[in-house]
């Protein structure tokens, strides 16, 4: 079974503070993508990433996907009350696969 | 991106009943998923249902418990039944799109469906 460790799990901080989520494995995922979702929603999809190493950049946010595509971070620059969200990660396993591994969410909260 | 839509958005059923979920996705799609998401959780795959054929379910989940029907390519149901408070929990369809651009490739959820069971 693979697993996606998150971290930190709770965050709270402060309007044009920066901030980093961790999604870690001790697997090797094919792709990875990051969610957010808001309460009485469903997930959000904003990045996928698929190449080791790769960086992608969304507005004030950066995703990166390590180099042995087993880890992945998400660092949000200036954050501002609207980035107030659970971010979850999920690795998709193999090529071709969907079954998606979802880590346990960081859920984020900025204080205006 | 798709668009989809779950009904009932929410319910409060009563113990040893059944509820289905319908999920309506705007274009034809090969594969749908279902996940539940317990309160203070994360997102667990149910099972994924393809048309024309029998849903495949994840580890610790039954066709008895969470019957699927998949009848065409943009809708699907899932059917709790007889249930008990564990399963009260939000129940997501989603659908995977590979979109050229390859930021977007990924799945997409509908809204939800937030089941109490008392």
């Known amino acids: 079974t693979q697993l996606l460790e998150q971290s930190p799990q709770f965050l709270s901080i402060q309007e044009g503070e920066n901030l980093t989520v961790y999604c870690n494995s001790s697997s090797v995922f094919s792709s990875l993508q990051w969610y957010r979702q808001e309460p009485g929603e469903g997930p959000v999809l904003l990045v996928t990433v698929v190449t080791g190493g790769e960086v992608k950049k969304l507005k004030r946010l950066t995703f990166q996907f390590g180099d042995a595509r087993k880890d992945s971070s998400l660092h949000i620059t200036a954050a501002q009350p609207g980035d107030t969200g659970l971010y979850l990660c999920a690795g998709a396993p193999g090529a071709g696969s969907y079954q998606l591994t979802f880590g346990k969410g960081t859920k984020l909260s900025v204080i205006p | 991106s798709a668009v989809i839509s779950q009904k009932p958005s929410r319910d409060i059923c009563q113990r040893g009943t059944s509820l289905t979920i319908q999920c309506q996705v705007d274009s034809q799609v090969t594969m749908m998923f279902w996940y539940r998401q317990q309160p203070g959780q994360s997102l667990t795959l149910i099972a994924t249902a393809n048309q024309g054929s029998e849903a495949t379910y994840e580890s610790g989940f039954v066709i008895d418990k969470f019957p699927i029907s998949r009848p065409n390519l943009t809708f699907s149901t899932l059917t709790v039944s007889n249930m008990s408070p564990e399963d009260s929990s939000i129940y997501l369809c989603?659908?995977?799109?590979?979109?050229?651009?390859?930021?977007?490739?990924?799945?997409?959820f509908g809204p939800g469906t937030r089941l109490t069971v008392t």
């Open positions: 989603s659908v995977e799109r590979s979109i050229t651009s390859g930021i977007l490739r990924g799945q997409y």
